[in-house]
């Protein structure tokens, strides 16, 4: 049932790659002709530097000109042919871009690298016989086996296959999308162990190939595991928001089992939940800034458990003793705090504070969600230090929690670094995040907080999160703040720069000081099509791809997301109609894109900055290249990203400080290479 061609071979091995835009104007150029046709005119001539130009500023079509005039020109470039095929099979043309592949086979039919690339083309042009015939006289490797595995599949030659595959994965066993489509395969044959072995495998080497949650839920079905299967349905629910298939089979679910629903156990769990109290705060605590987070908006209830005495809008309330659990819910214009059982503590338009006499006492929320519409999207109970605030809105509630910035600091650490981590790295990081937090106080002033309490602004888990080395972290750094001229800079950071760093205007059009800078150990120049799509997916040696501070997934990526997913993503309806094609605009220096327009069968629509990971499948980063693998229809049954990098790539790399601190680099330096002449002062 999920080999069916909508989900069978996208999984595509890109074989090339390249980084660094260069510019400068192309010169007007005009089509020409594709390999057999002729009598067309001849064009201008570019130069190779200005093809490439046009590719890194957006101009697919001036670039596929412009390659094709060097042809026409210079008939034996091997460099200028493979960057037309690179163009071509990204505009969604892999028939012609074969045709060239072929020709250079001809002429050196020695190189594998060619011969596989050539073999990957074959099959996103439906020519599965022919791909076969080209691995056929390839060397057996872990790439070559796993590309003829996936045209043995689109033939309906299964079982050959899965022996391919195994073979495959015996050589070169991180292939997540190799485990992915074997297990799709033992699922198809009845052999549901291996294949939740094997989807399992595929998830723990990629977590963020959601599109094996709902199969690995089915084979939970099969094998009558209810609760594991309803588990992960409402994970991809939140993960993969728009995929019809698994609201539908989760309602399903439900309705054949009510007893799966949490709700009779919430209760239970509420009033057995354990509210402990933080071991120590930070010294002249109510000297320090305060920041407030916004934890949740637009809710209609919010359930919490106290940790200590507390008041409520600095009253008592009587027998306020500790371990109350609390319900606190939009009432007509009002914000009402009850518990369990109904009785009312309070009721008031104005919002409603909880605090505590005690500054070790936290305050438990259920529940909290996190991550929606990316991979790691999900919920959990978390406590947090100071007071909380209960807001109405008329879409629902606001819940704001208010503590001193370093408190706030004590959990944002572990929640962004692994406490693990040298030393350096640490203290660089906890430097980054004080000058953030202090940068942005007010960020959000219109909707009652400074800073959201996810990786919008800074991840947060609250004092459940906190771990002494990183709190050891902050203390050393108590104060410390790269500066902006006379303001705390606004110094952002992200989990992988994927080997180069990215300035504010390409990641969010505004400029600012900090600069792009190369994590790589050894400099690497990257000026056109091919390169860049060989640069992703290779692993060059950089600060940031250290193995123990990097996962293989976060440094280098590869993803494939259905049209459909991204069409019910960017919910645009008739106005796009069925997405045709995903066209990168300019890249930065980093080889990043700031925008890609969507061309749809009724509209096109730009997507712009962060909405560009988002809405095209919750990707790690806007550094990638983008193929279609297109259903006989013509209309993409996929896109195929290749990609580097987790998050915006603006400021320090997490990974890339823990890499540096490992090879002896102290906080300073860090700071200084990813935040350049940025002075440190300290502001308390």
């Not at 001036?62 to 470039?77: H, K, Q, V």
């Not at 995040?433 to 907080?449: C, E, H, I, K």
């Amino acid at each position: 049932m999920f080999l069916s061609l909508r989900y069978l071979a996208a999984a595509v091995l890109v074989l090339s790659g390249g980084c660094a835009g260069l510019s400068g104007p192309l010169p007007s150029v005009v089509s020409v002709p594709e390999p057999g046709d002729a009598g067309l005119p001849a064009p201008s001539s570019p130069s190779e530097a200005e093809a490439a130009a046009a590719y890194y500023q957006g101009d697919r079509e001036g670039s596929l000109a412009a390659y094709r005039a060097i042809l026409e020109r210079e008939p034996d470039n091997v460099q200028a042919r493979l960057n037309l095929v690179r163009l071509l099979r990204e505009a969604g043309q892999p028939s012609p871009a074969l045709e060239h592949l072929e020709l250079l086979l001809a002429r050196q039919p020695e190189e594998e690298r060619i011969r596989l690339t050539a073999a990957e083309t074959a099959i996103l042009a439906h020519r599965s016989e022919r791909a076969l015939e080209l691995l056929g006289t390839a060397a057996p490797a872990g790439e070559s086996l796993f590309l003829a595995a996936l045209a043995l599949e689109l033939l309906g030659r299964e079982t050959e296959a899965a022996a391919a595959l195994a073979e495959s994965l015996g050589r070169l066993s991180f292939n997540p999308l190799g485990w992915y489509r074997s297990a799709l395969l033992h699922f198809r044959f009845g052999e549901l162990e291996l294949a939740e072995e094997h989807f399992q495998k595929a998830l723990a080497q990629e977590p963020n190939l959601t599109v094996a949650f709902y199969p690995l839920a089915e084979v939970y079905l099969a094998r009558g595991e209810l609760r594991r299967a309803y588990n992960l349905l409402r994970r991809a629910v939140a993960a993969v928001p728009g995929d019809p298939r698994i609201g539908d089979r989760l309602r399903d679910l439900l309705q054949s089992d009510p007893a799966l629903t949490e709700e009779a156990q919430a209760a239970v769990k509420r009033q057995e939940a354990v509210v402990r109290k933080v071991e120590s705060s930070p010294e002249g605590r109510e000297t320090l800034p305060v920041v407030r987070i916004g934890l949740a908006e637009k809710v209609r209830e919010v359930y919490l458990k106290t940790g200590g005495r507390f008041y409520l809008s600095g009253a008592p309330t009587g027998e306020a003793e500790e371990g109350r659990v609390l319900v606190a819910r939009l009432a007509a214009d009002s914000v009402e705090l009850a518990d369990e059982q109904g009785g009312v503590y309070l009721r008031s338009a104005s919002p409603i504070v909880l605090s505590y006499e005690d500054p070790l006492a936290t305050t438990l929320v259920f529940d909290v969600q996190f991550g929606q519409g990316f991979f790691w999207a999900g919920s959990e109970d978390r406590r947090y230090r100071g007071r909380m605030e209960l807001a109405p809105h008329p879409a629902g509630l606001t819940l704001i929690n208010v503590l001193s910035v370093e408190e706030y600091l004590y959990s944002v650490l572990p929640s962004e670094m692994p406490a693990r981590w040298p030393a350096a790295a640490l203290e660089a990081q906890a430097v980054a995040a004080r000058s953030y937090t202090l940068a942005n106080l007010g960020r959000f002033s219109s909707r009652g907080f400074d800073l959201q309490g996810d990786v919008r602004s800074a991840s947060y888990r609250g004092a459940s999160g906190e771990v002494p080395a990183t709190t050891a972290a902050v203390e050393a750094t108590r104060g410390l703040v790269l500066m902006d001229g006379e303001r705390p800079l606004s110094a952002f950071y992200s989990a992988n720069c994927g080997g180069h760093s990215e300035t504010t205007g390409v990641a969010w059009g505004f400029p600012s000081s900090l600069p792009a800078t190369a994590d790589l150990l050894e400099a690497q120049e990257v000026s056109a099509p091919e390169q860049l799509a060989r640069w992703l997916a290779d692993r060059p040696a950089a600060y940031c791809s250290h193995p123990e501070y990097s996962s293989r997934s976060a440094y280098r990526w590869r993803l494939w997301v259905p049209r459909e997913l991204i069409e019910a993503r960017l919910g645009r309806g008739e106005a796009l109609g069925a997405v045709t094609a995903l066209v990168p605009g300019a890249r930065g220096s980093s080889g990043r894109v700031s925008e890609v327009r969507v061309v749809g069968t009724s509209g096109e629509h730009t997507l712009r900055w962060d909405a560009v990971r988002w809405s095209l499948g919750g990707l790690r980063s806007n550094l990638f290249t983008v193929e279609p693998y297109l259903g006989e229809d013509g209309l993409p049954l996929y896109f195929l990203f290749t990609g580097a990098g987790w998050g915006h790539g603006v400021g320090l790399c997490q990974s890339g400080a823990a890499g540096m601190a490992a090879a002896g680099i102290g906080r300073e330096d860090i700071l200084r290479h990813y935040y350049g002449e940025a002075a440190l002062s300290r502001v308390y």
